[in-house]
């Protein structure tokens, strides 16, 4: 079956602008998770979704930073006046609701 | 912050031989999972050990989990082309879905 897709797959910007990274998780699955991994590093978590919960947004890193899940199921992450740091692939998670989590394939975004 | 730490960084071996490499974590878990990364994009879920479990197989992975040492281990066996990529620790805690990753492990498998 189809795994979690990620748009778009590259995404070079100029600093000061705003982007928007969308994700469309596996059908039925109730948890979905942001998280960013700067080069060679590890998955630093951003935020998650659970069903009608209210989001856990503990992992963002400023208020530049939002995330909203429509529906319970797209899921868009947007970044106002983005600066060079915010350079790193972007990578959603989702689950059924255990603590096993599928990756998609990761939005590469590129702040100059 | 990153809760565990992978050793050693990166890991270079012949095709055949096993690979291993570790993870070290700083508070208590709830369980320990194991992802591979290739070329820098998405994670694929290995293997998961919860706290009461000690050791766990799947085909050529064994997982070791040592609590009073903070601590897992990740061993390929007979290592193909195929297992070059980056590997890398995840724990979570009580609430058992977040996942604190480490910096991971790059093995390169040499044919």
């Known amino acids: 079956g189809a795994g979690v897709s990620q748009t778009p797959s590259n995404k070079v910007t100029e600093k000061g602008k705003y982007v928007e990274l969308r994700c469309d998780p596996i059908?039925?699955?109730?948890?979905l998770y942001w998280y960013r991994q700067s080069l060679g590093q590890g998955l630093e978590f951003l935020i998650y979704f659970q069903g009608n919960s209210a989001p856990d947004k503990s992992g963002l890193p400023s208020d530049r930073f939002s995330a909203e899940r429509t529906g319970g199921s797209v899921s868009t992450l947007t970044i106002q006046r983005t600066q060079q740091e915010d350079s790193a692939v972007y990578l959603c998670?989702?689950?059924?609701?255990?603590?096993?989590?599928?990756f998609g394939p990761g939005t590469r975004l590129t702040v100059l | 912050s990153q809760q565990g730490e992978e050793d050693p960084q990166a890991l270079s071996i012949q095709e055949g031989e096993n690979a291993t490499m570790n993870c070290s974590y700083k508070t208590s878990i709830n369980n320990l999972q194991w992802y591979r990364q290739n070329s820098g994009r998405g994670l694929v879920h290995l293997i998961l050990i919860r706290s009461n479990e000690r050791e766990k197989h799947s085909g050529r992975l064994r997982v070791t989990l040592d609590t009073s040492k903070k601590s897992s281990s990740l061993l390929i066996t007979a290592s193909r082309a195929a297992d070059t990529a980056s590997y890398f620790c995840?724990?979570?805690?009580?609430?058992?879905?977040?996942?604190?990753f480490g910096a991971g492990t790059t093995v390169t498998v040499r044919a």
């Open positions: 995840a724990t979570a805690g009580s609430n058992d879905y977040k996942l604190s």
């Open positions: 998670a989702s689950s059924p609701g255990g603590p096993k989590q599928f």
């Open positions: 059908s039925g699955h109730t948890a």
